[in-house]
């Protein structure tokens, strides 16, 4: 039989323990490690939605070189962009180390981007702040040098999926 708690000290409880979440600690940053053409990107985790193989995705004529085009992932249409591409890289040849990140769904798109493989977890503990230089990329959070020296640029997700240039696919 259920323990019988009366209104008074359920909410006493509860305001107990949402004041022990709000006193406990932010919890670190954690950050995904992603190869985009020759460039090491770091995605803030929450930013991200989940990581694919690569799926078939259906091209859309009359679209700009860097968009690949649309694919099912579980009933729902999303596409999928080559960022390497988009930034003005070469663009990603497609092998079995190739990923597509999903965008998180806090930012109201259904968008993949297109990787040449994943790299893992970072954290910001373990990189070292570069200072900043003349980047005109909105969508470039910051840059890093990790202990080896590799040079790391993070990517913020939500400067990316806003811009006017990102948006517009079309011819």
Same mark, same amino acid.
């Given at each position: 039989?259920?323990?019988?708690?009366?209104?008074?000290?359920?909410?006493?409880?509860?305001?107990?323990?949402?004041?022990?979440?709000?006193?406990?600690?932010?919890?670190?940053?954690? %950050?995904?490690?992603?190869?985009?053409?020759?460039?090491?990107?770091?995605?803030?985790?929450?930013?991200?939605?989940?990581?694919?193989?690569?799926?078939?995705?259906?091209?859309?004529?009359?679209?700009?070189?860097?968009?690949?085009?649309?694919?099912?992932?579980?009933?729902?249409?999303?596409?999928?962009?080559?960022?390497?591409?988009?930034?003005?890289?070469?663009?990603?040849?497609?092998?079995?180390?190739?990923?597509?990140?999903?965008?998180?769904?806090?930012?109201?798109?259904?968008?993949?981007?297109?990787?040449?493989?994943? %790299?893992?977890?970072?954290?910001?503990?373990?990189?070292?702040?570069?200072?900043?230089?003349?980047?005109?990329?909105?969508?470039?959070?910051?840059?890093? %040098?990790?202990?080896?020296?590799?040079?790391?640029?993070?990517?913020?997700?939500?400067?990316?999926?806003?811009?006017?240039?990102?948006?517009?696919?079309?011819?």
């Amino acid at each position: 039989m259920a323990k019988r708690v009366s209104l008074r000290e359920y909410q006493q409880s509860l305001v107990t323990r949402l004041r022990a979440v709000t006193d406990a600690p932010a919890a670190p940053i954690s %950050l995904l490690g992603l190869q985009v053409g020759r460039d090491n990107w770091l995605v803030e985790l929450s930013d991200a939605g989940e990581v694919l193989p690569l799926p078939s995705f259906i091209p859309v004529p009359l679209t700009r070189s860097w968009y690949c085009g649309v694919a099912n992932v579980r009933g729902n249409l999303h596409s999928i962009v080559d960022l390497a591409a988009f930034i003005g890289d070469t663009p990603t040849q497609p092998t079995v180390d190739s990923r597509v990140l999903l965008v998180g769904q806090k930012f109201g798109v259904n968008c993949g981007i297109l990787v040449s493989r994943m %790299l893992g977890l970072r954290k910001p503990g373990q990189l070292t702040r570069k200072e900043r230089t003349s980047i005109d990329r909105p969508w470039v959070k910051g840059q890093y %040098l990790d202990d080896d020296g590799a040079l790391w640029t993070e990517l913020a997700m939500r400067e990316l999926v806003q811009h006017p240039d990102f948006l517009q696919v079309g011819l």
